[in-house]
């Protein structure tokens, strides 16, 4: 029973392509994959706009949007007709073609990368052999598209704010992938699917997830400060530091635009959010084997949102760091840490499945933390601030 | 060739041609990622899936944003006001194409070149990591050896933070924007500004 609701979607998607003509049934296969989407995506997007608000708002002490339907619940319908019904402002000395094509370009490369995050068991829209690959290429396509819509709005501001993002895009896709590779390593595939089933294993009822090894761990928290970075969230929020420069690349933007600027943003956080699942929480598998009967899309599901949470809840936490702070993080600590990582996980692989290999790992890392650290801060006259005031 | 392949190149080879033609310098640039995705997707349809990805990966990914990059850096970006076309264009495609047939002639009639396989070779991804991990291990090691050195020896330069710079910059007379404001008498901001010890 709790096999076919695991198996509901794949099995209804059979159901609907078994009244077609069998030289449909390709064609209609691909639609109805690819359909879901844009139809669950975007859903999630509305629902976490909203959980977003209402907590920082409960960090903030205020009581977030709560007039539209149940406490406030429905707020995302408010936004998204406010949001059509707007006037669509260009800029008279922007350039009026790179400019409109701006947010589109924004959405494809994010659309695309969820064709091969596994969500669940047999739920993948395109098991490529490369998938990892894919995923990361197709990410270089928002960097273009922050550049697009940051030089065509004409305003200094904008270009600011895209030299900002795309300096910083590519100082942290370095070890948000020398991150990843560690896992490539241990599973010996590029493939995404393969990788879940890979940790799709249960020793003593915990399963293999790459999270539970020293160089998981190690790994899973670099990619998740790294996917932070690279989704322009706080404390790497600079390309939109609204208190420096406004709105940074999307200033120029109104209306529906804007709208779509703000869904690539959180499009792209729930893309390299699932990636960083796929990768080190285990895909669509349960924690204990004793969970397995829970369906593997509502694992999915819950560990998006979990991490999600985990953003709002630093977005709630952390003040926006500076920008040679930013690059110092990147260059300094996450890239030296990365590459020690990955000969970490290198010795992992070749100290055999016994204990000592969990001391060695974990020291090693614990000393590269340490010093790396040490450096970072070297010269940097850290200490307790002193603030005066006027009597 | 089927007529998705066909309309690929089309695509590419116009873009190409844009990005040669136009005269706003970004928009050449913008054009360049075009072609270079154009090729990606003839790749993709050729099978080729991991030189496809790799195409995306490094051209679009790295060598576009490196030119916009320095476009950004080093010009205002206006476009120019007469032709990007010098007036012996004719001329220069006439050569191209003379120089393009004869190499084109020499390279199908050549018979220095082993005769196409019959059966196409099965590249996946694995066999390329196969063949990078056996046949080809030294350049992938000497390479991948050169990119590290070179990452870990920009980090170390960069790890050394001058102090000089940073105590100068206060010396300097500020630049002076528009009007600027009278000074507010003194006690009022001095006392109150934040000393980080």
Redesign the interface.
Known sequence: MFDKLDQIFVTLKHLVMGHLPAAWQPLASAVISIALIPIVFPGLFAIVTVIERKGLGRIQNRYGPNRVGPFGFLQFVADGIKALIKEDVVPRAA?KM?HFLAPVMMLIPVLLAYAVLPFGRKMVVAD???GL??F??????V??SV??AG?SSRNKYS?LGA?RA?AQM?SYE?PLILSAVTVVMMVG??NLSEIVKHQNQYTFGIAHWFVFSPWGLAGFLLFLVASLAESNRTPFDLPEAESEIIAGYFTEYSGFKFALFFLGEYLGMFAISGLGITLFLGGWTAPFSFLTWIPSYVWFLSKLLGIVFVFIWIRGTLPRLRMDQLM?FA??FM??LA?INIVVAGIWHYMGPDWPRWLVCSAILACAYGLLGL?LMH?Q?L????????? | MSLFLVITFVVTLLAAVAAMSLR?L??CA?ML?IAFSGIAAAYLQLNA??AG??E??VY???I??LI??AI?LTRS?EAPEKSVLTSGWLAGVVVTVMVFTTLGWAVLNSTALPPPPVEAPQA???NIGDMLMTRYILPLEIIALML?AA??G??II??K?D?KSKSSQGNETPIQIGNQPEPLPAG?VE???????
């Open positions: 350039d790179v490529y052999d490369a690959l894919f990361f290429a197709v990410g270089g396509g960097e273009l550049f697009m030089w270009l030299m795309i590519i370095l595939s590029l110092n260059w300094k890239l030296p590459l450096g010269n006259k200490g307790k601030r002193i603030y005066r005031y006027a009597e | 706003n970004v928009h913008l990622a899936e991991f990805f790799t995306i990966l679009v990914g790295a576009a944003i916009v990059m950004l970006g996946t991804v694995k590290t990452m870990i920009a980090v960069a790890f933070e102090g009022s006392s109150r500004k934040e000393g980080v010890a």
